[in-house]
């Protein structure tokens, strides 16, 4: 199993960046698909979430800013980010998540960084 993100950089307060996470190795369409981050000296929080079936939830510190959404033909799931504040900074990892298997894997993260 393969989480593969990218997409992450140095961006000014206020800019947007659009992470991706490929997915291999497993059977997409079953998977919710997440976002987390862990920001500096901070535990892993969830971001963003996306079921199998494509209903979403966000953390309230992101709504309205960001966007989950998935391509079940790419096996992709992205995350648009818009209007970034300096506390979005952190490594952000893509989570692959099939509960009802008891299945749960990691990306390696990619890290975003929002100067002042």
């Known amino acids: 199993v393969q989480l593969q993100a990218s997409g992450g950089g140095l961006v000014q307060a206020g800019g947007s960046l659009r992470l991706s996470c490929a997915a291999s190795?497993?059977?997409?369409?079953?998977?919710?698909m997440g976002w987390y981050r862990q920001g500096p000296g901070k535990q892993r929080e969830l971001v963003a979430r996306?079921?199998?079936?494509?209903?979403?939830n966000y953390a309230d510190s992101v709504k309205g800013r960001f966007t989950i959404s998935r391509d079940n033909l790419k096996n992709t799931v992205y995350l648009q980010m818009n209007s970034l504040k300096p506390e979005d900074t952190g490594v952000y990892f893509c989570?692959?998540?099939?509960?009802?298997?008891?299945?749960?894997?990691w990306g390696q993260g990619t890290q975003v960084t929002v100067s002042s």
């Open positions: 996306t079921t199998y079936d494509g209903s979403s």
């Open positions: 989570n692959a998540d099939y509960s009802s298997w008891n299945q749960n894997y």
């Open positions: 190795g497993i059977i997409f369409n079953n998977y919710d």
